[in-house]
């Protein structure tokens, strides 16, 4: 029996993607979808009100270049998830692997340039996937969510609503210390570039054959992620999906 898609998730997933003008255009359809959800409390889906209002209005390359100034250009609000745990590092690599091969398990293969751990992509496939399996895994990353959720309300963004939402459906509260230590990382203006190039300053990242790769459930690498996830010996390095 095939897996009825969660539109919540799937409306979450599209709203936090790269703004174009289809996105736009669906905007309608999309604030629908997350207006009628009553698993979100009414506060939070008024909250989501202003951000569909501004993708749905906002001329397109305003809304590209907000985008690209708090996700690509602030580390600390990337949306790649695994970042905030291994930054650049090699463990980062084997994790990475690890989920493409939970993808591919359960017969998810998105054609996106983005790398696995991006949250926008990492949502389409749970909203493919039994709500409980979703729900478990938004709780293990929690921490990850509240953070970024802070760090957005700081800049007084609307994007913000997006990680309240999430932490809601996630069911559990994240762990304090967890949070306290995401956000001790110091925010840098997107605009210094000089400070920039610093931050990026990391170790390469290779993504390698992993002998632990393949787990079940992608909560089981989310749980994990503190955890080193290291590339075979002598393996070569090949491109992320």
């Known amino acids: 029996m095939t897996q009825a898609m969660d539109r919540t998730l799937k409306a979450l997933s599209l709203v936090l993607s790269y703004p174009t003008r289809a996105l736009q255009q669906a905007m309608p359809e999309i604030g629908g979808v997350l207006a009628s959800d009553t698993r979100l409390t009414a506060a939070a889906r008024r909250a989501l009100r202003p951000l569909i209002e501004e993708l749905g209005g906002r001329d397109i390359y305003d809304l590209q270049e907000t985008y ?26 084997g994790a990475m692997v690890s989920l493409v091969e939970t993808y591919r398990d359960a017969g998810f293969d998105p054609v996106t340039s983005e790398l ?26 929690a921490h990850i969510l509240e953070a970024l959720n802070a760090r957005l309300a700081r800049r007084e963004s609307s994007y913000g609503a997006v990680f309240a939402a999430l932490c809601q459906l996630a069911g559990a509260k994240a762990d304090k210390d967890a949070v306290a230590e995401l956000l ?15 931050v990026w300053e990391e170790s390469e990242v290779r993504f390698g054959p ?23 010996p002598g393996s070569a390095p090949v491109a992320a999906e």
Do not use: I, W, Y
């Not at 001790?184 to 610093?198: G, H, N, S």
């Open 184 to 198: 001790e990382e110091p925010d840098v203006d997107p605009d210094d570039l000089e400070a920039l190039d610093k």
């Open 68 to 93: 690209v100034g708090l996700f690509d250009r602030s580390r600390t609000l990337s949306l790649n998830l695994f970042e905030h745990v291994h930054g650049e590092s090699r463990d980062r690599g």
């Open 116 to 141: 696995p751990d991006h949250l926008p992509m990492l949502l389409e496939f749970l909203s493919t996937r039994p709500f409980v399996e979703a729900q478990e895994t938004l709780a293990d990353a």
């Open 210 to 232: 992993d002998p632990g790769a393949g787990c079940p459930q992608v909560r089981d690498m989310l749980a994990r992620m503190d955890t080193p996830v290291n590339p075979a």
